[in-house]
């Protein structure tokens, strides 16, 4: 079963404005995650973010993390047509229990 | 360093069929997770290894199995096909705990 939603479930932006994904969970976490997924290839790892932690930053990317909300949220600033893809949340409860992925957001860019 | 390398890409089978997926996860990861991808249940975790042993299970019939070899490298194999089994499977490695998981392109599978 799916413990991370996202939302939207999907989204579709002029090249240059800013993009907010949102995910929520329902169980305490130790970490979470998000992916970016291309059309028909794997996952690529953006931001890892721990529970003791609120924001993070890499890039155009801004991640925030809500533990009282259960809830996090990804920016994406001066979007470009490339960042079109599927964006995942991930939450891990700990260190070494699997993954749980969401249904993800679908991102589409317009030039 | 060379990513995680899944084959293969594609693979096309037809009902009651077994198949073998293999992955070679990135040099020094010693854990390798196995998923389920399809349109309908999104990314399902099928299982981990570790270390050649089975850390975690997903909720998965029995058909679907795994293994991984001392040099990390691992494979799944699923016996019996099913219309249902078709999906991109993906697999993905990490270093350690609190790491994140670098993923394959995944295997495509189609049933008919």
């Known amino acids: 079963s799916q413990q991370g939603e996202e939302d939207p479930q999907a989204l579709s932006i002029q090249e240059g404005e800013n993009a907010t994904m949102n995910c929520s969970y329902k169980?305490?976490?130790?970490?979470l995650q998000w992916y970016r997924q291309n059309s028909g290839r794997g996952l690529v790892h953006l931001i890892l973010?721990?529970?003791?932690?609120r924001e993070k930053h890499s890039g155009r990317l801004r991640v925030t993390l809500d533990t009282s909300k259960k809830s996090s949220s990804l920016l994406i600033t001066a979007s470009r047509a490339a960042d079109t893809a599927s964006y995942f949340c991930?939450?891990?409860?700990?260190?070494?229990?699997?993954?749980?992925f969401g249904k993800g957001t679908r991102l589409s860019v317009i030039a | 360093k060379a990513g995680v390398t899944q084959t293969p890409r594609y693979l096309i089978k037809t009902r009651g069929q077994q198949v073998t997926l293999s992955c070679s996860p990135i040099?020094?990861?010693?854990?390798v997770s196995w998923y389920q991808q399809t349109p309908g249940q999104g990314l399902q975790f099928l299982f981990e290894?570790?270390?050649?042993?089975?850390?975690n299970k997903g909720n998965f019939p029995g058909r679907f199995s795994g293994r991984q070899f001392s040099n990390s490298r691992s494979e799944m194999n699923v016996s019996t096909l099913e219309l249902g089994d078709s999906a991109l499977y993906l697999c993905?490695?990490?270093?350690?705990?609190?790491?994140?998981?670098?993923f394959g392109d995944g295997t495509r599978l189609s049933i008919l």
């Open positions: 993905a490695s990490k270093q350690d705990s609190n790491q994140p998981q670098h």
């Open positions: 169980t305490s976490i130790n970490n």
């Open positions: 973010i721990r529970s003791n932690e």
């Open positions: 991930a939450t891990a409860f700990s260190g070494n229990t699997p993954l749980v």
């Open positions: 040099s020094g990861h010693r854990s």
């Open positions: 290894y570790f270390s050649e042993t089975q850390r």
